[in-house]
């Protein structure tokens, strides 16, 4: 009777396809991390540009109109705009910045699956240990694109709201100082 075959072992990771994909799926988070770090900073600029603007142009309408200046019915609408988008797009920075600003959030590898890798620490290096790091960035990967893209939609409803806020009061200056 004949024995069966010995089985194969389980190639090394480096004789297999999966450590030339590695760094691909590696490199593509780090682009990920590096835009959501990008929109991050691009909210705080949003808040601290509403902000300042905000400050700049209820200067300009009081040095304009002097400091007892109370505004026509025909200028509260506008002026209420204005502010409401300046006060807006800060909030709509803010929050794009701040959604999903938790390790969970972003779909970071957890630590009880980083706990059972630790468990075969001194296994070779092998094809199936590869593939398990792969699915998991992969999914780190899905989820920080799909955040990001959010964080970004939102952001771009900031940057809207403040370029109208700035349209609004620019119109409102030019309306006080023509008059």
């Known amino acids: ?4 075959a010995p089985a194969s072992p389980e190639p090394a990771l480096k004789d297999v396809a999966g450590s030339i994909y590695g760094p691909i799926i590696a490199a593509q988070l780090d682009q990920e991390r590096a835009r959501k770090s990008s929109i991050d900073t691009r909210c705080a600029a ?3 540009s509403s902000g300042v603007l905000l400050g700049l142009f209820t200067g300009l309408l009081t040095l304009i109109e002097g400091k007892d200046f109370h505004p026509p019915l025909g ?7 204005a502010y409401a988008l300046f006060v807006g797009a800060g909030v709509a920075a803010i929050a794009a910045s701040a959604y999903g600003n938790t390790i969970e959030g972003f779909g970071e ?13 001194t296994s070779p290096a ?7 790091v792969a699915n998991e960035l992969l999914n780190l990967l899905s989820v920080l694109r799909g955040k990001n893209l959010k964080k970004w939609r939102i952001l ?3 940057v809207i709201a403040e370029i109208g806020a700035v349209i609004a009061f620019v119109a409102i200056l030019f309306t006080q100082i023509v008059r």
């Not at 092998?126 to 398990?132: E, R, T």
Request: proline residues 8%; positive net charge.
């Open 46 to 48: 949003v808040v601290t």
């Open 109 to 121: 590898v957890r630590v009880p699956n980083l706990r059972a890798w630790v468990a075969g620490w």
């Open 126 to 132: 092998s094809a199936s240990a590869g593939l398990q």
């Open 75 to 81: 200028l509260l609408i506008p002026l209420a705009l």
């Open 156 to 158: 771009l409803g900031a």
């Open 1 to 4: 009777m004949a024995s069966p």
